[in-house]
C-alpha cells in the first residue's frame, strides 16, 4: 500500500536523521522550536481526556505534559523508532512510563485502534512535525478522522518568515533544510481553510512576529 511506503521511506530518513542527533536534540531545539510550552499550557485538556502528541521525538513535550495533566491518558507516536526509543527512555526517567503510551508509526498509516485499541482522541497535536512531512495534508485529514466530536487538533510550527530581515530567513531556512524542515506558507493557510470547514478556530496565535504560529482547530 501506498501508504506503508511512504511511512517506510519516512522511518528510514528519520532514523537516519536523528539516530546521533536524538542525543543532543533537547539541548539544541530549545534554542529555535519555540512556543512549545505555550502550546502546552493552552490545550484544552479536560479530566480523563485522552491525547496524542503526533511525531513526539524525544518525548520531551510529554514529559512536560505529564506533570501538567496528571489524570489525562497521553499517548505520542513518531515514525522514527529511535525517537521512540529515547521518549520511552526519557518517560521513565520522568516516573511516567507507565501513564504514557508510545507506538512507532507514520501519521500517513497511523491506526489508534491497533496501536492503542482507541477509536478516538480529544486532543492531537503536531509540534514542529507538519514542516517535516512533505504530503502533510492526508496527514493531519487522518487525525481529524480520529478526533472526537468537539475535540481540538493543535499545531505549532514554523511561520513563514516574511517579517524577519532577509539574512535571518535565508540563515534559518538553510539551517533547517540541514534537517529536512521545510516551512511553507501554505500549510498555516490550508490548516485555516480547514477550520472554517470545522468549527473554527479555538485558537489563533502568531508566536514572536511572525517566526511561528500556533492554531487550535475545533473539530465539528
Ligand atoms: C522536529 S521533531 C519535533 C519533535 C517534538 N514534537 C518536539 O516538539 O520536540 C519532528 C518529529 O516528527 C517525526 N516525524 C517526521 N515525519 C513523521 C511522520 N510522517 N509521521 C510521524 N512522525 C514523523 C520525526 O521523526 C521527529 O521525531
Same mark, same amino acid.
Given at each position: 500500500m501506498v501508504e506503508m511506503v511512504v511511512a517506510e521511506d519516512a522511518a528510514r530518513r528519520m532514523d537516519t536523521m536523528y539516530r546521533y542527533q536524538r542525543h543532543i536534540y533537547d539541548l539544541t531545539r530549545k534554542f529555535y522550536l519555540l512556543g512549545r510550552d505555550r502550546l502546552l499550557t493552552r490545550l484544552p485538556i479536560k479530566p480523563g481526556a485522552s491525547v496524542l502528541e503526533m511525531g513526539? $521525538?524525544?518525548g520531551r513535550n510529554l514529559v512536560k505534559l505529564g506533570h501538567m495533566v496528571p489524570d489525562a491518558r497521553l499517548h505520542g507516536v513518531d515514525v522514527a523508532g529511535v525517537m521512540i526509543d529515547t521518549a520511552a527512555r526519557a518517560l521513565d526517567r520522568a516516573g511516567l512510563a507507565h501513564r504514557v503510551r508510545l507506538a512507532q508509526a507514520g501519521g500517513q498509516g497511523f491506526d489508534p485502534e491497533t496501536a492503542f $485499541?482507541?477509536? %478516538?482522541?480529544d486532543v492531537i497535536y503536531f509540534s514542529y512535525v507538519l514542516s517535516m512531512i512533505p504530503d502533510w495534508r492526508p496527514v493531519v485529514d487522518r487525525a481529524l478522522e480520529q478526533l472526537a466530536p468537539g475535540g481540538i487538533l493543535a499545531v505549532v510550527d514554523f511561520g513563514? +518568515? +516574511? %517579517?524577519?530581515?532577509r539574512w535571518r530567513r535565508r540563515l534559518l531556512l538553510g539551517w533547517l533544510r540541514l534537517f529536512d524542515v521545510h516551512p511553507r506558507a501554505e500549510i498555516e493557510r490550508d490548516l485555516r481553510t480547514l477550520a472554517a470547514g470545522q468549527d473554527g478556530l479555538a485558537l489563533d496565535e502568531n508566536l514572536f512576529d511572525g517566526y511561528a504560529y500556533l492554531l487550535m482547530i475545533r473539530k465539528a
Open positions: 513526539c $521525538g524525544t $485499541g482507541l477509536a %478516538r482522541f513563514d +518568515q +516574511q %517579517r524577519a530581515p
